[in-house]
């Protein structure tokens, strides 16, 4: 089930909002815990077994570490284990096959690899897991003694299958107390209908033109439909993975929660690492906290530091897929992340901001060539098209035809990707009034029912992190 479905929508959310307010705050974690399973168990009915064993396994294994903290050795044997079986799990899961299929190639094996499903969300909450037993290992929190409590947040339903990815100690307080008034429902369902207008109106409309793009044989694309294509995937994934996490944080907002900001406009970004700052924060923050600082970071020299940097950008890569694509391009990122520390942010700052915007913007939008094809011959195939090798010339009609015909939408997408729509609301709040007390909700309205009526004839409706 996603968000950004019929179902979910008429259904699924207004049905466990009833029950949630209307049940006793005492229960309230226990129906969020129950409808999250009924949540993940209706496309995952197999897998939710994974999800519940690693539920109750690093529950244990915190009470275990916090129970034996006066003996270094065996708190360290028990943390040292939980970190092996959940990358264990992980690991067979997303990468077995991976692994083996590389095996055969480079050894000349045959060893037969079962295709097995990737259970949806499984790089997120055993991340999340992953950081309790770490966070309690390093006494940085209080141990969870109550099942329920850490039940519900493994599994909220709102951030399982696709993050913001949530620290245990930014929630643990609000586990146990949390209250919504009318205001803080309004917030979060009003950043909800953003979100799905986001993903519906606006990624899943400029998805075709990549999906026409991506499907055209590579002897019939100019250079401009290349590019065209490739702008047009760099919309959709911002779109749809940034309306998404509106939605999350949206959600929990009207269940009581506050999730982090997992997207601030990216795509102003100056600099590479400024993007990297503004995109998927949560999951960067979880690689500099859990990966790059324990490594030493920065403190130890600039060959460590490249090296952490290395590793970090490695792991960046394969936590998105496993694929040999996945890791070019977090390794390609990594290359342009380290030049920027050593010489090249000092410049770009010294420059107009226009000039790093455009060099930003040029490198992000080549990098999702290798996001978006597996197989590496194809991404640098179609890169080489892009700048006029083996381009079926500059621009045909169709080319003219689809940059004519999403024109508009365009536009649309590069205002929507800065602040620009959420300070024209706010303005219009300020300047008028009352009649902005009327026009703010009548725009949500009229984006909720956009959304809707293209869900009731959908067709194209894709999740692009559901792979993740």
Known sequence: MVFSSLIFLFLFLPLTLFVYYVSPAGLRNAVLLFVSLVFYAWGEPV?????????????????????????????????????????????FFKYYGFLVDNLNQLFGLSIQAAALPLPVGISFYTFQTMSYVVDVYRDKIPVQRNLLSFGTYITMFPQLVAGPMVKYGDIAHQLADR??????????????????????????????????????????????SAWLGI????????????????????????????????????YMSRSVTEFWRRWHISLGSWFREYVYIPLGGNRAGMLNQFRNLLVVWFLTGLWHGASWNFVVWGLYFGFFVTVEKLFLLRWLQSKPRMVGHAYTLVIVTIGWVFFEFEKLSSATAYIGTMFGFGAHGFADKRTWYDLSANFLLLIVLALCSTPFPSKALAWLTAR??????????????????LSTAYLVNATYNPFLYFRF
Request: no cysteine; aromatic share 16%.
């Open 47 to 91: 897998y939710i077994v994974i999800m519940v064993f690693s539920t109750l396994f690093d529950y244990v294994n915190g009470l275990l570490i916090d129970k034996y903290r006066s003996r270094k050795g065996v708190a360290r044997t028990i943390f040292v284990g939980s970190i092996a079986v959940n990358l264990g799990i992980l690991g």
């Open 432 to 449: 008028f009034q009352r009649t902005g007390v009327i026009a703010v909700p009548a725009v949500y309205f009229v984006l909720l029912f």
């Open 179 to 224: 209250s919504v008034t009318l205001d803080r429902f309004g917030e979060g369902a009003a950043l909800f209908v953003r979100g799905l207008a986001k993903k519906v109106l606006l990624a899943n409309n400029i998805g075709l033109l990549w999906a026409s793009v991506k499907a055209t044989p590579a002897d019939e694309l100019t250079a401009a």
């Open 231 to 266: 702008i047009a995937f760099t919309f959709q994934i911002y779109f749809d993975f940034s309306g998404y996490s509106d939605m999350a944080r949206g959600l929990g907002k009207m269940f009581g929660f506050d999730f982090m900001e997992n997207f601030n406009y990216p």
